[in-house]
């Protein structure tokens, strides 16, 4: 079974960063493409950001397009997400997924759309606060 881990959460200031980062045990992430989501409390989860396999595309949402930056490690079979620039606004509970889908006949892409993942991680918190 995939198993998915994020770590890197954190409490920082408003203005600060932190680096996400999603592990895998069982199969090798650059072969899937994986998404990033967060859910703040009260809200529903919600697809921030997104990395094809193979890197050839990735796709960010406007609240976060600027500031976060999404990155693969293959040597250390890690996906990162760079998040800058930090607001209050970020506060939330951030996971990583993937749709499981490792079709190499099928042109790389990626979805933010949370419905259509099929292993999460547990999620990292992150707490943006002065």
Do not use: H
Not at 8 to 14: D, L, M, R
Not at 95 to 118: F, H, K, S
Request: with cysteine.
């Amino acid at each position: 079974q995939v198993q998915l881990v994020e770590s890197g959460g954190g409490s920082v200031q408003p203005g600060g960063s932190l680096r996400d980062t999603c592990e895998a045990s069982r199969i090798s992430l650059d072969l899937y493409a994986i998404g990033w989501f967060r859910q703040a409390p009260g809200k529903e989860r919600e697809g921030i950001s997104c990395i094809s396999r193979g890197e050839y595309s990735s796709y960010y949402v406007d609240s976060v397009k600027g500031r976060f930056t999404i990155s693969r490690d293959r040597d250390k079979n890690m996906v990162y997400l760079q998040m800058d620039n930090l607001g209050p606004e970020d506060t939330a509970v951030y996971y990583c997924a993937t749709d499981g889908n490792g079709d190499p006949t099928q042109v790389p892409g990626c979805t933010i759309v949370p419905g259509r993942m099929e292993y999460w991680g547990r999620g990292t918190l992150v707490t943006v606060s002065s």
